[in-house]
């Protein structure tokens, strides 16, 4: 059994300990104040002395355009914003940016050069421009972007036809049917110099790999410099199908024959194969078809003639006649 000696012994031995552990505690933390406060009048004096000197700072400004005519369409983006390098004193830009939290640079648009329905916003006016909106002491040393070129148009546009230009690959046994472009007509605006020269617009290009069904999508227009599309964009519908041989027997008719002849083939009707979607499976006839034998085309001393298909319907596809050479005999009326 422990004695009362070595219970108070263990007992003061634990608290010297505990009490050392927080002389230390109390000393790091005394550090880490003292370090704290000759950082923080590092930092003051830091900022007292760089204010003092000539400092480089960029701002943005938002860009405006005043007396811009109602008559006027920008054809191209005109910038929101403009990036400012700005020289002077560290505490005139301070001053400057807390009293202009919403700093804004106005350019008068009638003012502009103007040349082929382009308008510049060149160095010198953006020059002109920031010496009445800094005040004294600071100026600007350089801007981006600059200069800036605005395409504009007098207000006068066309509808001109969209052009489809992706590429639609469909699954074996798959056929595309057709591509339809909603709307199919978009109006353009664009300067003199560019407004006849457009004929058609493109669609961005696409492609679309392993279709087995019609699919439906939304494409942008393809960007042209100075040019504006209204509507930007436009929906696509590709029409896929699955395809299938189709045989029909169509009868053989002659053309170009003299009113005193008459021409019989052997046999009097061809077997005309093609390709063909489910959905005009059904609707496709005999009728839809005309293979004929040319009779200009016959020499005296051929022993056949050779069949010609004149017209197939719309949906079909691969349209091969079957025999291709038939016997033939003319008779005199």
């Not at 696509?236 to 699955?242: E, I, P, S, T, Y």
């Not at 496709?284 to 009779?295: A, G, K, L, Q, W």
């Not at 298909?309 to 291709?324: A, I, L, Y």
């Amino acid at each position: 059994m422990e004695s009362g000696f070595s219970i108070l012994r263990n007992r003061i031995s634990h608290t010297l300990k505990r009490g050392w552990k927080r002389l230390r505690q109390i000393k790091a933390d005394r550090e880490i104040l003292v370090f704290s406060i000759f950082l923080i009048v590092a930092v003051v004096f830091w900022f007292s002395q760089s204010i003092k000197d000539n400092t480089t700072l960029t701002l943005d400004f938002a860009l405006e355009l005043k007396n811009v005519p109602k008559s006027i369409i920008f054809t191209s983006d005109v910038p929101k914003s403009v990036s400012v390098s700005v020289t002077g004193k560290g505490f005139s830009i301070l001053q400057y940016v807390s009293k202009h939290k919403d700093k804004v640079i106005e350019i008068d648009y009638s003012e502009l050069p103007k040349a082929g329905g382009v308008v510049t916003i060149d160095n010198y006016v953006w020059k002109k421009a920031f010496q009445k909106e800094l005040p004294k002491g600071l100026t600007y040393t350089s801007i981006s972007p600059s200069p800036v070129e605005i395409y504009y148009s007098m207000g006068d546009h066309k509808q001109v036809p969209v052009v489809f230009k992706g590429k639609i690959r469909t699954e074996s046994q798959h056929q595309l049917c057709g591509i339809n472009i909603e709307p199919q007509y978009v109006d353009v605006y664009a300067p003199y110099s560019q407004y006849d020269t457009i004929t058609a617009v493109m669609t961005e290009p696409v492609v679309y790999s392993d279709v087995e069904d019609t699919i439906s999508f939304r494409v942008a227009l393809q960007h042209m410099k100075g040019v504006k599309m209204v509507p930007d964009s436009v929906d696509v519908r590709a029409c896929v199908d699955l395809y299938t041989s189709k045989v029909l027997k169509v009868p053989i008719y002659c053309e170009n024959i003299p009113d005193n002849k008459i021409l019989r083939t052997f046999p009097l009707m061809a077997d005309v194969s093609f390709k063909v979607s489910a959905t005009l499976f059904s609707n496709i006839t005999p009728d839809d078809f005309i293979v004929v034998v040319d009779f200009n085309s016959i020499k005296p001393d051929d022993r056949k003639c050779r069949l010609l298909v004149r017209d197939v319907p719309e949906g079909v596809s691969n349209v091969k006649v079957s025999p291709e050479m038939v016997d033939y005999v003319i008779e005199q009326e």
